[in-house]
Nanobody, 131 residues
Framework: QVQLVESGGGLVHPGGSLRLSCAAS??????????MGWFRQAPGKEREFVAA????????KYADSLKGRFAISRDNDKNMSYLEMTSLRPEDTAVYYC??????????????????????WGQGTQVTVSA
């Protein structure tokens, strides 16, 4: 069974930064073979794609509106994925979810921004940007 646990959320002032972490575990599952993604859901809105990173970390993809402010990374030795968020705005307030793609390597990379490509999800961590 695969488990994803996010951490690092909290309350931050506009213009501030946060680093979210996602710890992955699973006895028969190979973290390093799967792309990882981050999504978010704001109150009253649908869950949306934030960022994704390929299995070795060589490729990344971002929601167009977040390019330049957010950065995704991973550490395959530690089974960890990270989302570095800078210049945060009130509209970034949401629950942030870590997700593991069901595909491996680059097999579905062209569709990696779709929630349908992910089979394992964390419970989410709240990020609130407010003065």
């Amino acid at each position: 069974q695969v488990q994803l646990v996010e951490s690092g959320g909290g309350l931050v002032h506009p213009g501030g930064s946060l680093r979210l972490s996602c710890a992955a575990s699973g006895s028969t599952w190979s973290f390093s073979a799967h792309p990882m993604g981050w999504f978010r859901q704001a109150p009253g809105k649908e869950r949306e794609f934030v960022a994704a990173i390929s299995w070795k970390g060589a490729s990344t993809k971002y929601a167009d509106s977040l390019k330049g402010r957010f950065a995704i990374s991973r550490d395959n030795d530690k089974n960890m994925s990270y989302l570095e968020m800078t210049s945060l705005r009130p509209e970034d307030t949401a629950v942030y979810y870590c997700a593991a793609a069901k595909s491996t390597y680059y097999n579905a990379w062209s569709r990696i921004s779709s929630q349908l490509e992910y089979e394992h999800w964390g419970q989410g961590t709240q990020v609130t940007v407010s003065a």
